[in-house]
Every structure is written in C-alpha cells, then in structure tokens.
C-alpha cells in the first residue's frame, strides 16, 4: 500500500467515526427525551398550554384597559305606540259640578256666605270697611228689582254674621278710607247651554276687591231657580230703551265673573270710574 492509499483510508475511517459519534449522540438524546415525557403522558402538551397561557396573561397585564363603547345599537319603533304608552303628567284637579239652582234667597245666602268667609280669612280680625258698587244684569248691564233684592240681603249676612265689616255708601270719603268693595251679577241662563233653549236658571257671581291693593280677594258662584227671580229692570232703565253696557259696565263684568280669579288684580277700566280719593291706590302699585 502505498503512502497515498493509506492517507485515503485513514480519512474514511475517520469520517465514518465521526458519522457514527453523531448517530449516538441523536441517539441519546432521543432516549432521554422519551425518558422525560414516556408514551401516553400530555405533560408536553399540559407545559406548552401554561407557557401559551402565561403568555397571553402577561400580554393582557400589559396591554392598555380599553374604554367600553358608548355606542348603541338604533331601536327600532315600536309597531303600537299604545303598546307601551309614555308616561303622562299627573291629572289637574276635575272642576266643581255645577250648583243647582236653588230658589233665589236661598243662593244668594249661600253665595254670600261663602264669599264674606273667604273675604275674612283673606283679611282677618280688623275692622274694614265695605262698600257695594250696586249689582247688575251681566246681560244688560242694568239693574233689576232682582239684583236690589241681592244686595239687602247680602248687607243682612254682613251686619248679622261679619261685624268687623262695616257698610258705607259708596263715595269718595268712603274710598278714602281704603275699604273692600264687593261687586256682583245676576245673569239669566240654560244650565245645558242650549242656545236654542230659553234660560232655565240665573247665575249669580260675587266677588270681593280690597282697593288697598287692588286685588280680588274672594269670589263665590251659585245658581237660581228661573221661576223665584224678579228680573225685571228698575224703572229708570225701563224709561231709557237706549241703555246699553259701555266699557266701564263691561270691566265690571269682567272682574265679577269667571274671566277674573282670586289674586288677580281688578280691571283698570272699571277702577277710573270710581269716584277718585285723594289717597286711592293704583292697582299697579
């Protein structure tokens, strides 16, 4: 052999070793990983979820909390609104029924007592003075033996029941005393408010002004039977067939009845007829 047949050989003989060395050691290794996890066992599989979880939870315990949405999905309408009904503001109080009609000093009676009480608790103990601007046909705008008849009766409730309140004719020394005014109508009318009808009953309204203020201080509704009221006018109006209601008579109207209320003050109109006191109040003041 010659010395270049030898080097040959020594070169195979080394690879194939080395070759050998390495299958071993795969060899080996593969042994001590069966040793580690043997056949039939998920530890692998149970490490890689831990690692994987531990992973993601260590990803969430970093990651920035994000803000819930605010957004909402639309609502869709409802097919029947009376399904599901929005809520309703609590009902206002019903109106009082209607007064039935009564014979005629009977309401008055009943009106004035419930209007001279209301007055006094508005006014209290002290001594007043009271003044009546006479009554009046709201139709008319005239007096009628009816409406004479209401004042003395409505004077016997004062004298009889409130004698703090005194009654003065109506004048300017009375104005200057600042006194409480009562007022009031007598108005023939259909309690079913059938125009086409006859009236079957009279409305009476009385209300109370105190002049110190110029305010409505009470006011009182009732009914009449038709068949117990005088309505015909006194004689000085039967003697002007030209009569007719003027602003004035209409202001005073509209304070004595419904278009008025407790607190509000009295029309302007009808004060500049009164007869003017040098210390009368304005209304406005």
Known sequence: MTPKDHNVLSNLTATRRWRQSCLMIALLLGLAACSL??????????ASKKIANSSAAGTAATAPERAPSTATAPKSAPDNLSANPAPHA?????????????????????????L????????????????????????????????????????????????????????RSSLE???????????????????????????????????RTGRIIAKALDRATVETVNSNPLSYYRDSPTWHKDRTTAAYINSCQANSKVGDFVDPTYLMRLPKPRKFASARS
């Open 37 to 46: 996890y043997p056949p039939g066992n998920d530890a692998r599989d149970d």
């Open 90 to 114: 609590p009902a206002a109080a019903p109106p009082a029924a209607p007064v039935a009609p009564v014979p005629f000093e009977q309401a008055v009676d009943r009106a004035g007592q419930k």
């Open 116 to 171: 001279l009480k209301a007055a006094h608790e508005a006014l209290g103990d002290a001594p007043r003075v009271l003044v009546i601007d006479p009554l009046i046909d709201a139709n008319s705008g005239q007096q009628s033996s009816g409406t004479v008849q209401m004042e003395e009766i409505l004077k016997r409730i004062v004298q009889s029941t409130f004698p703090g309140m005194a009654i003065y004719p109506l004048k």
């Open 177 to 211: 005393q600042g006194p409480i005014l009562l007022m009031g109508t007598l108005t023939p009318v259909n309690t079913a408010n059938a125009n086409d009808q006859g009236s079957n009953a009279f409305r009476i309204w009385l209300t109370v002004v105190d002049l």
